[in-house]
Every structure is written in C-alpha cells, then in structure tokens.
C-alpha cells in the first residue's frame, strides 16, 4: 500500500514579504489616489444628487411615469454591477476616457439604492408634520428644511452611508476596465514579481482605511443630526 503523496508546507515567510510590500507600496498609492479615490469622491456625489432627484421625481411624477421610472431603477439593482461596466464599456466611442466612464456607472449604479434611502426616510415622516405646516400656512421650502427633512435625515443616513461604504469596496470592479485603479494595480504587481499575498494585503489594508474613516464621518453626522432628538 503506497503512502499518500504528502503536500509540502508552505510557511509564511515564504508568500509574505514586508520588504516587498513596502517596496511597491508607492504604487500602490499612486493608484489608490489617482483612480480609487477620485472614483470614490466623484461616483459618491453622483449618487447622492442623482439618487435625491430620482427621489424626488418618483414621488412627483405622473403615476405612469413613476411607475416606470421605478422599474429602470429595479433593472439597474438586479443587474450585477461589473455587467453594466462591461456593457457601457463597449457602447461608448473608444476616444472617451473609460476612468469617467466607468465613474459615472458606478455613481448611477448606487444612485437606485440611494433613491430608496431617500425614499425611506421621507416616508418616514409622519404625515401630521405636513398637515402641521399646511395649518401653519408655512412654504413649501421652509417645510422642507425645517421640518421634513432634519427629521427623514435620521432614517436616511444610515442606509445612505452603508450604500457609500458599499461604493467604496465596488470600486475594485473597475479592474475589468483595466483601469489603474487600486486594486487592478496589486493584480499588476503581483503577476510581476509573484508577491500575491503581500500585494493583497496592503490593497485590502488601504479599503480598512477608507471605510473606517467614512465610520467615523458617519458617526458624527448622526450624532449632530440626532443632537435635536436625543437627550443625555
């Protein structure tokens, strides 16, 4: 009976470096400045402005309409995003810039979600407040800003930051466009000198960064517009 072929161990010296890591870690965030994070700015505010207009329009819009804005906005979040990059990518002429392109993808893409946030936290207002203001004969704008949304605002920004976060992370979709963005950069890098694990890890590390800083970001504005609402 012959013995089991044994697999040879692999210890972790040997698929992790430190020196490597640190070598093409200016690489690495040449790229993470250069395409992640414009990506991320860029794609966040058309999400935020695009998702509040398709808001706002499924809410004052003709029925019909509504009802068939809503459902181009259901095709987009049931189609997978890198579909959709793939998809525009061979629609668009070849002398666009295919950075912007696959950023304004990305902004439409989570601007759906966005509208449902928005949607949700209007929803959420209790529809006394609005007869309040009518009875009060206050505008239209003022009862927005004064009374409808700093109370939606505590519905809206949870989910609103979550579907940021989520952006953040669907920026390394954008590798199929073989843009230089972060993490198509590590891919680069470690089919060249064949550090893999080194080259994830400090692309992964640079995500922790990001999201942990929009935590942060998040944790504050909810707290300054929950101030008015909740009492120490």
Excluded: C
Aim: proline share 5%.
């Amino acid at each position: 009976m012959t013995s089991p072929t044994m697999v040879p161990a692999i210890t972790f010296e040997e698929f992790w470096s430190w020196e490597a890591a640190a070598e093409m870690l200016p690489e690495l965030l040449s790229a993470f400045v250069r395409a992640t994070l414009l990506i991320t700015v860029v794609g966040t505010a058309v999400a935020v402005v695009v998702g509040l207009l398709l808001a706002v329009a499924t809410q004052s819009l003709p029925r019909a309409l509504a009802a068939g804005l809503r459902w181009v906005m259901d095709v987009v979040r049931m189609t997978p995003l890198i579909i959709q990059l793939m998809f525009v990518s061979y629609l668009v002429p070849v002398s666009w810039d295919l950075l912007w392109v696959g950023t304004a993808v990305i902004g439409l893409h989570y601007a759906t979600y966005m509208a449902e946030s928005y949607i949700a936290g209007i929803a959420s207002v209790d529809r006394g407040q609005w007869e309040a203001a009518r009875a009060l004969s206050l505008p239209l704008g003022r009862t927005w800003r004064a009374i409808v949304l700093p109370q939606a605002l505590r519905a809206i920004l949870p989910p609103a930051f979550n579907e940021i976060i989520s952006l953040v992370k669907g920026t390394s979709i954008v590798y199929v466009l073989a843009l230089g963005d972060l993490f198509y950069t590590a891919q680069i890098i470690y089919s060249r000198t064949n550090e893999v694990i080194p080259m994830l890890m400090v692309a992964t590390i640079w995500y922790i960064v990001i999201t942990t800083a929009l935590n942060i970001v998040q944790y504050y504005v909810e707290r300054r517009v929950a101030r008015g609402a909740v009492r120490t």
